[in-house]
């Protein structure tokens, strides 16, 4: 296989909205990060060599935020102020070798099921999030796709191999389908989450809480701590 690249599009400034009434505009943006970080450490771990993050950020202050000693990955950054879609095409329109689009806020995704999903010999391997997106994209021979994403990618990316007469298939993954968008996505990273983005959160005193009289009854709470 020729060496594949992963593409990671990132926002900081204005990171994760719908948060909004849980977490403050500084929390977002700092879990925003460690969750980055997160989905990085998977990667270096995993068959991927390179990463290329699309952000609107700086490119100097995004590395210095990461601060991150990625073993055998080569990391750059690319400041871009187009939209995802425009970008994203840019991006891909004249690359012949494989690429995977990997989303930044999927913390739980780990080395293997990213190696599980660029493993498969279809031309395009879309791994789906929860709500009808798509959370992992990999195109063997990119320059022969074109990506949108919004609404229910997960469909339309199905559509758009049919109609280029390109192979696909689905990768079903829970841990890169449990993106965290809204509230109550934040229990699936402080069930399953080991690393970066569940210990913020729990440093920042946001746990599960149990009803006691019906200890299938749960959510999200937050302790009163000062904010960091």
Known sequence: MNSIKAIIPFKKKGAK??????????EREKLAIRMLKDVLVALSESQIEEVEIITTSSREELLNELKLELRNLK?????????LNEVLNEVIQD????????MADIPLVTPETINELIGYEADVVIAPGRKGGTNALFMRRPCEFVVSYYGVSY???????????????????????????????????????????????????????????????ARVDRQKLKIL
């Open 17 to 26: 909205t719908r948060l909004r009434t849980f977490l403050t505009e500084a």
């Open 75 to 83: 990391l750059t950054v690319r400041v871009d102020e187009k939209g």
């Open 95 to 102: 690359e012949k070798d494989p690429r995977l689009i990997l």
């Open 155 to 217: 469909l339309e990316h199905i559509e758009t191999a049919k109609r280029r007469n390109l192979s696909y298939t689905v990768h079903d993954s829970f841990f890169i389908s449990a993106d965290i968008d809204e509230d109550d996505d934040l229990m699936e990273l402080l069930i399953h989450g080991k690393y970066l983005s569940a210990e913020y959160l729990r440093m920042i005193g946001v746990f599960i809480h149990v009803d006691k009289k019906s200890k299938e009854r």
